[in-house]
């Protein structure tokens, strides 16, 4: 793996983070449309990274950040707080994002395409 490529999978992991942390937020304030917002922005991400570098990598790796936000704000806080609550939308915005990222990441790579539509080889 070159260094560029890897700077790529960690930025995408980084990305996957911030939509982790940012959909957990979001989904209960705007509740429905931030919940859909948040599950489509990983479904995106996912995909992006897909097309991006090419490979089922770069949609591995923002799913992989995005988990680690997730869990990581589902623990509980020294207060006793919780960032996602016990709620439905809550199930659904884990559900949806684990849904929406495995689906965006198992879509396969799309070879690419000359202008006049002849397929290359690889």
């Known amino acids: 793996?070159?260094?560029?490529?890897?700077?790529?999978?960690a930025g995408l992991v980084v990305l996957g983070v911030?939509?982790?942390?940012g959909g957990t937020l979001m989904q209960a304030a705007w509740f429905p449309g931030g919940l859909v917002l948040a599950v489509l922005a990983i479904g995106a991400l996912c995909l992006g990274g897909v097309?991006?570098?090419g490979t089922r990598g770069g949609g591995f790796a923002p799913a992989g950040g995005w988990m680690l936000a997730v869990l990581l704000l589902?623990?509980?806080?020294?207060?006793g707080d919780y960032l996602l609550g016990a709620g439905g939308g809550?199930?659904?915005?884990?559900?949806?994002?684990i849904f929406a990222a495995v689906i965006c990441t198992?879509?396969?790579p799309v070879p690419p395409h000359t202008p006049d539509g002849v397929k290359l080889a690889r």
């Not at 589902?74 to 207060?79: A, M, N």
């Not at 809550?90 to 994002?97: E, I, M, V, W």
Request: glycine content about 12%; proline content about 9%.
């Open 1 to 9: 793996m070159t260094a560029p490529r890897l700077l790529g999978m």
């Open 18 to 21: 911030l939509a982790g942390a």
């Open 51 to 53: 097309r991006l570098t």
């Open 74 to 79: 589902l623990s509980t806080r020294p207060e």
């Open 90 to 97: 809550s199930y659904l915005f884990l559900l949806g994002g």
């Open 106 to 108: 198992t879509v396969p």
